[in-house]
């Protein structure tokens, strides 16, 4: 088991979520009419939107996980080349209602990131790292 094919993430209100990463411009072919779940094409995996409380239910649906909120644990990342990139990214994400949780820096490991945190509270690194590179369709090769 070496690939994530699909990353999912529950939100509290679909809509907001289904419209604030359209306008992040993450691409889909599905149309918001009150969907039940939404898959979002990315490089290499789907992001996928299903109803926070219904994703706790499908995990344990006698004792489902206890919702919470704040930092999981985990983020998510997108990963640019040049630090312009970074840049807009958060500019987009600011635009579009994100919270800036960190301004674009330099950080310790030679690179230049920020983070954004969207609608649901999921933190989004927006990285740029100099020693990488990225294929054709846009995957990083190490």
């Known amino acids: 088991m070496n690939k994530a094919s699909v990353i999912c993430i529950g939100v509290k209100n679909m809509e907001e979520s289904f419209n604030f990463y359209k306008k ?5 072919k599905e149309e918001w009419n009150n969907q039940p779940v939404v898959f979002f094409d990315t490089v ?3 992001l996928e939107l299903y109803p926070l409380d219904l994703l ?5 649906e006698t004792n ?4 919470t909120t704040g930092f999981s644990g985990i983020t998510l990342a997108h990963n640019v080349a ?9 500019e987009l994400a600011r635009k579009n209602g994100a919270t800036i ?18 609608p649901n509270g ?4 927006v990285a740029y790292n100099p020693g990488w590179k990225f294929d054709e369709t846009g995957l990083i090769v190490f």
């Open 101 to 118: 949780a960190k301004e674009p820096k330099k950080v310790f490991w030679g690179g230049y990131s920020g983070y954004f945190v969207d």
């Open 82 to 90: 040049s630090e312009k990139e970074v840049d807009e990214v958060i």
């Open 44 to 46: 290499g995996t789907k």
């Open 56 to 60: 706790a239910k499908d995990i344990d």
């Open 24 to 28: 992040l411009g993450f691409s889909t």
């Open 122 to 125: 999921y933190y989004w690194e």
């Open 64 to 67: 489902p996980p206890k919702i």
